[in-house]
Antibody
Framework: EVQLVQSGAEVKKPGESLRISCTASGYIFTNFWIGWVRQLPGKGLESMGIIYPGDSDTRYSPSFQGQVTISADKSISTAYLHFSSLRASDTAIYYC?????????WGQGTLVTVSS | QSVLTQPPSASGTPGQRVTISCSGSSSNIGSRPVNWYQQLPGTAPRLLVYSNNQRPSGVPDRFSGSKSGTSASLAISGLQSEDEADYYCAAWDASLNGPYVFGSGTKVTVL
């Protein structure tokens, strides 16, 4: 069974850094892209970017280029979303998903709250 | 704002048919397959329809998708109370909007 398990909820202060994780199981991690999605409170889904764990090829959506860093560690089948300096506007739920020309398996989501 | 445009809301009574539209452009829907996702309140999205009109195993055949030109549609026939959710279309995008874009989302209410 394909599973994507994300790290737990985080509460951070503005300016702090954060890395959230997405650990895959049940399939060959290096064979499929992994995408990240942001959902602001009460809002819709926004694609942030994708990574191919096999060679770490990464593509960012224009709105998120330079704002976050997506990476992967294929030795532990885990993808990451990194924020170098959080802002209150980063408060959201973040999801990872496996891409097979469609995003067919999703993580449970990680709630990130940024507040002073 | 979203690259793909959906109506913000749709509604129907149990048993009715509801249709949700998704409008894009030649760089996404016009040249790429469309996928649809359902997000029940407080849960992660799940894949509902892929490659315009294919259903993953476990998705009831009440849900059907179609595409024509730069637009796509999701139809829910025999609407049920458990279908009350947010629905999103999505597609890969070959322009600077990419790589993957979601629609603005449609809230379906069962009256």
């Amino acid at each position: 069974e394909v599973q994507l398990v994300q790290s737990g909820a985080e509460v951070k202060k503005p300016g702090e850094s954060l890395r959230i994780s997405c650990t895959a199981s049940g399939y060959i991690f290096t064979n499929f892209w992994i995408g990240w999605v942001r959902q602001l409170p009460g809002k819709g889904l926004e694609s942030m970017g994708i990574i191919y764990p096999g060679d770490s090829d990464t593509r960012y959506s224009p709105s998120f280029q330079g704002q976050v860093t997506i990476s992967a560690d294929k030795s532990i089948s885990t993808a990451y979303l990194h924020f170098s300096s959080l802002r209150a506007s980063d408060t959201a739920i973040y999801y990872c998903a496996r891409d097979r020309q469609r995003w067919d398996s999703w993580g449970q989501g990680t709630l990130v709250t940024v507040s002073s | 704002q979203s690259v793909l445009t959906q109506p913000p809301s749709a509604s129907g009574t149990p048993g009715q048919r509801v249709t949700i539209s998704c409008s894009g452009s030649s760089s996404n829907i016009g040249s790429r397959p469309v996928n649809w996702y359902q997000q029940l309140p407080g849960t992660a999205p799940r894949l509902l329809v892929y490659s315009n009109n294919q259903r993953p195993s476990g998705v009831p055949d009440r849900f059907s998708g179609s595409k024509s030109g730069t637009s796509a549609s999701l139809a829910i026939s025999g609407l049920q109370s458990e279908d009350e959710a947010d629905y999103y279309c999505a597609a890969w995008d070959a322009s600077l909007n990419g790589p993957y874009v979601f629609g603005s989302g449609t809230k379906v209410t069962v009256l």
